[in-house]
């Protein structure tokens, strides 16, 4: 069975630095992988979607890899702004009609 | 402007109330989607549904019915027979079969519900 987990729980960071907040998955077969953003009480937004073979995406200060090998994905975070405090999520998807998530990381980025 | 939108944004219940959440979706997605997060855990599937007149139960459907009667809405009924309703509850839409994986769910702003 397909599990996803999130390591760490919570971070907190310096305004400035970069950080890289991981997905671990079990089983490397897999459709998508999404990452997404929640800030406190608001649905999800999405951040970055890789393909299933793809090996990595990019947006702005944001860069998600996948490795489905190891079963992992990183987010990566460049120069930590405050604005970017949320949870953040990764959504795996192992066929095209399921989606499992993972718990989140709670990112705190301090001024 | 294309989205999702729920309603309400909050919902109280009395115990023994069944509740409807409403999702709606201009995006002319097929597949729609229902989900509930509870503090500290990540989302879990309650149902989907990919075509109009037709939806599958996910991961914790008991307790929950849905119906899909046009392309753009897809409610949620909350009902008696769900011993632990308070949550905050997400609908999505996606494309269906995106080349090569591309389907991205794009989310509702949430409704949170509390039971009484």
């Known amino acids: 069975k397909q599990e996803v987990t999130q390591i760490p729980a919570a971070l907190s960071v310096p305004e400035g630095e970069n950080l890289v907040l991981n997905c671990s998955f079990t089983d490397s077969a897999i459709y998508n992988l999404q990452w997404f953003r929640q800030d406190p009480g608001k649905g999800l937004t999405s951040l970055l979607l890789?393909?299933?073979?793809?090996r990595e995406q990019t947006s702005g200060r944001l860069n998600a890899s996948l490795d489905k090998s190891s079963g992992r994905s990183t987010l990566y975070i460049a120069a930590s702004q405050p604005g970017d405090s949320a949870t953040y999520l990764c959504?795996?998807?192992?066929?095209?009609?399921?989606?499992?998530f993972g718990p989140g990381t709670s990112l705190s980025v301090i001024p | 402007d294309g989205g999702i939108t729920q309603s309400p944004k909050y919902l109280f219940r009395k115990e023994g109330q069944n509740v409807t959440l409403s999702c709606e979706q201009n995006l002319n997605h097929d597949a729609m989607y229902w989900y509930r997060q509870d503090p500290g855990q990540g989302l879990r599937l309650i149902y989907y549904?990919?075509?109009?007149?037709?939806?599958q139960k996910g991961d914790i459907a008991e307790g929950y019915s849905v119906s899909r009667e046009k392309k753009e809405s897809f409610p949620l009924t909350v009902t008696s027979a769900q011993k632990n309703p308070t949550a905050f509850y997400l609908c999505?839409?996606?494309?269906?079969?995106?080349?090569?994986?591309?389907?991205?769910?794009?989310f509702g702003p949430g409704t949170r519900l509390t039971v009484l």
């Open positions: 959504a795996l998807r192992p066929s095209y009609d399921k989606v499992i």
């Open positions: 890789i393909q299933s073979s793809q």
């Open positions: 999505a839409s996606s494309i269906l079969y995106g080349t090569g994986g591309t389907d991205t769910q794009y």
């Open positions: 549904s990919q075509i109009v007149n037709d939806f």
